[in-house]
């Protein structure tokens, strides 16, 4: 080695063996930092960037303090006839110091980009967590670690002022590039230190370059978009109804047995927001989960899963326990035999759709997986497109290699969170379709989230309705719609109409909110303080038929939707405008066009068998 060049490659080399080091360290570090939640965490964070921010000659200061004849690593390898000060390996250590940080926040940054639900329905398909980091954590993580690479090689390369202190200046041993720079200068060698200063930018800049290209191709490639799931307070908004909470009726909690077949639930969590606290069985059966947002249906899958721990409470599969906080039992989700697609989906999008519906299945031998993925792409009709990736789909598409990639496992439960929230009015009506036919042949349980009415009476045969982080009813999905037993679950099914009522007769209620009196078929219970009607329910003529519970109405206002016209009516009186009315009423186009040209007021009828009592 010329003593001209040895600047060069005593770099390169210091340069290289530290960003091996940071590597490795750095990307451990990170994994780590990224699941730990203890209360050291920010002392632990300040000490891994602390070379980042403190002077490099403190920083040098630190290490000879270590590595001296009477630092701590020191006199250990004084034993050894070894020292560290003022040999190339003190440069190399130097380098991966103040190289560290870098690579350590580009790789936890890198990690934290990654889809959580990702992670997450790994989990669910049998992954370990070493399987995750390795297939799903780190591929989808390659352009921001190659990224803290290069700027690891960057910082290693320019290292100066700590390599000084504890490497020194020895030509052809320890100084490199930045040190040759320095005392060229010093010396007046404006040539010589032009030329190294051409060298090391030249090589930062390159590597820099490479890997923005790099980075671009690769994000051509393989293009995934990501979504969190978020769950906000519930709304609760109803014209005409008291401000304040909602009754919570409760329901009778599931006798458990732990050799029964079907899932039982019985759990606590405390949230932010509210505290879910909800208990049902399921059998082999479809059973929906109906509330508005953050009314915490999402996070009973996501406990049900194991990829979030209840406070306390009891999980039951079958006879399996999977999850029991008085005996410490909480079985990992890989374990658990329970499959969950997210409303994103979460397909890993650097696997084509065969690799996506294979990844529970790295148990089975080759030849028995690939005759697995090609039953569930022909169950679900995407045969031919095994090879595509994620991104080359259409949402239809997208949701049904979900649903297919979940059932491969052969779940013994099936999870659903809103499936269809990211498709269109078409796409969700065909892929509804190809869902209740999947579900037919489908032997395990199937929960299946969602926010609409229609939807749920479509798919499920039982529904379980969420308010508040409670189940506040569970039936069938029949008498949930057509006898609801209080005001909240028939607003989250969909009914608009209410009244405070009161018992006049034994079959005879009175409308306090609408001033008028109502014959009922169904006997009058105690607690019942409301009655409601659908707005489809209700009907409209010109004229007074003479039919019960018959009443003029004025309009005083509408809406249009493409097939229907909701009607804003006001009974017994005209309206003094638009806000001022007492029930709306649905009809059908075509009868809004007859309706329309008779003159007011027009006649309301409301049938005693369509009128539901209900407790406030």
Same mark, same amino acid.
């Given at each position: ?45 300040? $000490?891994?960037?602390?070379?980042? $921010? ?52 580009t790789a936890l940054g890198a990690f934290e980009q990654v889809d ?103 994000? &051509? ?39 029964? =077949? ?20 399921? !059998? ?51 374990? &658990? ?18 690799q996506n519906i294979a990844f529970g299945l790295q148990h089975l ?5 690939? !005759? ?8 679900? =009709? ?9 991104? !080359? ?6 949701? &049904?290699?979900?649903?297919? &990639? ?5 779940? %013994?439960?099936?999870?659903?969170? %809103? ?30 989230? @969602?926010?609409?009415? %229609? ?81 489809? =329910? ?16 004025? /309009? ?9 016209? @909701? ?24 009868k809004w066009q007859v309706l329309k040209d008779h003159p007011l ?9 369509? /009128? ?5």
């Amino acid at each position: 080695m010329t003593p001209e060049l040895s600047p060069l490659w005593i770099s390169l080399k210091t340069a290289g063996l530290a960003t091996l080091a940071t590597f490795f360290t750095g990307i451990a570090a990170a994994y780590w930092m990224l699941g730990y939640r203890g209360r050291w965490k920010s002392i632990i964070e300040g $000490i891994f960037i602390s070379p980042l $921010i403190l002077p490099p000659t403190v920083v040098g200061f630190l290490l000879l303090l270590l590595f001296g004849r009477n630092g701590l690593f020191g006199q250990l390898l004084v034993q050894f006839n070894f020292t560290i000060v003022f040999t190339w390996y003190a440069a190399v250590i130097t380098a991966t110091v103040v190289a560290f940080p870098l690579m350590y926040k580009t790789a936890l940054g890198a990690f934290e980009q990654v889809d959580s639900s990702l992670l997450q329905v790994a989990q669910t398909l049998g992954a370990s967590r070493a399987r995750i980091f390795w297939r799903i954590l780190l591929p989808l993580s390659v352009p921001g670690i190659l990224a803290g690479t290069t700027l690891a090689f960057a910082r290693a390369l320019g290292e100066f002022g700590a390599t000084l202190m504890l490497a020194g200046n020895i030509p052809g041993q320890t100084q490199t590039i930045p040190m040759a720079i320095y005392f060229a200068v010093e010396a007046g060698a404006m040539n010589e230190a032009w030329l190294w200063v051409s060298i090391i930018m030249t090589i930062s800049l390159s590597g820099i370059i490479a890997v923005n290209l790099w980075q671009k191709q690769y994000e &051509r490639k393989v293009r995934g978009l990501s979504f969190g799931v978020v769950e906000a307070n519930e709304p609760v908004t109803s014209r005409g109804q008291r401000a304040e909470s909602p009754q919570i009726v409760p329901l009778v909690k599931p006798t458990f047995s732990d050799t029964q =077949q079907g899932l039982l639930v019985d759990i606590q969590k405390q949230l932010t927001n509210f505290t879910l606290n909800t208990a049902f069985a399921a !059998q082999q059966e479809t059973l929906g989960l109906l509330g508005g947002s953050g009314s915490g249906k999402s996070m009973t899958l996501r406990c049900i899963a194991g990829v979030e721990t209840p406070t306390q409470g009891r999980i039951v599969l079958n006879g399996q326990l999977l999850f029991d906080s008085e005996r410490r039992i909480n079985v990992p989700s890989h374990q &658990r035999k329970v499959s969950l697609v997210f409303q994103n989906y979460a397909l890993f999008p650097h696997m084509t759709v065969a690799q996506n519906i294979a990844f529970g299945l790295q148990h089975l031998p080759k030849t028995v997986r690939s !005759q697995r993925v090609s039953q569930q792409l022909a169950l679900v =009709q995407l045969g031919g497109l095994g090879d595509r990736y994620p991104h !080359q789909l259409s949402g239809g598409q997208q949701q &049904r290699v979900a649903l297919a &990639r979940a059932l491969a496992t052969e779940p %013994e439960a099936l999870l659903l969170d %809103e499936p269809f929230s990211a498709l269109d009015t078409y796409l969700r009506a065909q892929v509804e379709r190809q869902l209740i036919e999947t579900l037919s042949t489908y032997s395990g349980v199937t929960l299946f989230v @969602t926010h609409n009415l %229609e939807e749920a009476f479509r798919v499920c045969e039982k529904l379980m309705v969420m308010s508040g982080g409670r189940a506040i009813a569970f039936d069938s999905k029949h008498r949930i719609f057509e006898h609801p037993q209080t005001v909240r679950v028939a607003q989250l099914t969909g009914c608009k109409n209410f009244s405070r009522a009161a018992a006049v007769e034994p079959d005879v209620i009175e409308a306090i909110d609408w001033g008028v009196k109502l014959q009922v078929a169904e006997a009058i219970a105690d607690h019942s303080t409301d009655v409601g009607i659908r707005a489809h =329910q209700i009907s409209i003529t010109p004229t007074d038929l003479g039919l019960p519970n018959t009443f003029p109405c004025w /309009l005083a206002s509408t809406s249009e939707t493409p097939h229907r016209m @909701t009607l804003f009516l006001k009974l017994n009186d005209q309206p003094d405008g638009a806000q001022d009315y007492h029930v709306q009423a649905e009809v059908f186009k075509e009868k809004w066009q007859v309706l329309k040209d008779h003159p007011l007021p027009w006649y309301v009828q409301f049938d005693p068998l369509r /009128l539901m009592l209900m407790a406030g």
